[in-house]
T-cell receptor, first 114, second 116 residues
């Protein structure tokens, strides 16, 4: 069965420092992969997605993610974190063959120190 | 990107009353919409898949008589929490599926339900 693991529940980084949020997936075929961000009390905003092609995907707000099939990973990165990046980040994969029905990881909460 | 709205953004109700939450896709038609529930500090859990013109498909453990879903048009799905109780208090998020070469899900801003 498809699954998503985000090993880090909470990460704290200093403003200006680099960031990497981990995501590992279990999927039978080449997956579609998504990263979403959720600010407190808000819905989800899509940061980036991987469907096919180039394994390094650029997203909004300066985020990028790299699909590594050999490691079953899709880690999210940002070279320099801003205080406004503090939020909850969710990695997701489709359930079964449907691209619409998503399974979410448990999320990683990002705190940013001034 | 596509826009999905939810109304209301927050609601407080008394135990035993029913609450209706609307989910609208504003700039595209969505045959399929999804309803999620999110408990504090937890991930999103899919409650049901709403299909325009047909019955919703509920996930295991979700009471379909308690969480009524109506997808009457290609831009509107509603979730009605019937006879709400304090344990139904949660953050409810809908999403709409935009189909195309790649199907993509767009999320609403969520509705905070508090049952007293």
């Amino acid at each position: 069965a498809q699954s998503v693991t985000q090993p880090d529940i909470h990460i704290t980084v200093s403003e200006g420092a680099s960031l990497e949020l981990r995501c590992n997936y279990s999927y039978g075929a080449t997956p579609y992969l998504f990263w979403y961000v959720q600010s407190p009390g808000q819905g989800l905003q899509l940061l980036l997605k991987y469907f096919s092609g180039d394994t390094l995907v650029q997203g909004i707000k300066g985020f990028e993610a790299e699909f590594k099939r050999s490691q079953s990973s899709f880690n999210l990165r940002k070279p320099s974190v801003h205080w406004s990046d503090a939020a909850e980040y969710f990695c997701a994969v489709p359930r079964g063959g449907s691209q619409g029905n998503l399974i979410f990881g448990k999320g990683t909460k990002l705190s940013v120190k001034p | 990107g596509a826009v999905v709205s939810q109304h209301p953004s927050w609601v407080i109700c008394k135990s035993g009353t029913s609450v209706k939450i609307e989910c609208r896709s504003l700039d595209f038609q969505a045959t399929t919409m999804f309803w999620y529930r999110q408990f504090p500090k937890q991930s999103l859990m899919l409650m049901a898949t709403s299909n325009e013109g047909s019955k919703a498909t509920y996930e295991q453990g979700v009471e379909k008589d308690k969480f009524l879903i109506n997808h009457a048009s290609l831009t509107l799905s509603t979730l009605t929490v019937t006879s709400a109780h304090p344990e139904d208090s949660s953050f409810y998020i809908c999403s709409a599926l935009r189909t195309g070469y790649y199907n993509e899900q767009f999320f609403g801003p969520g509705t905070r339900l508090t049952v007293l």
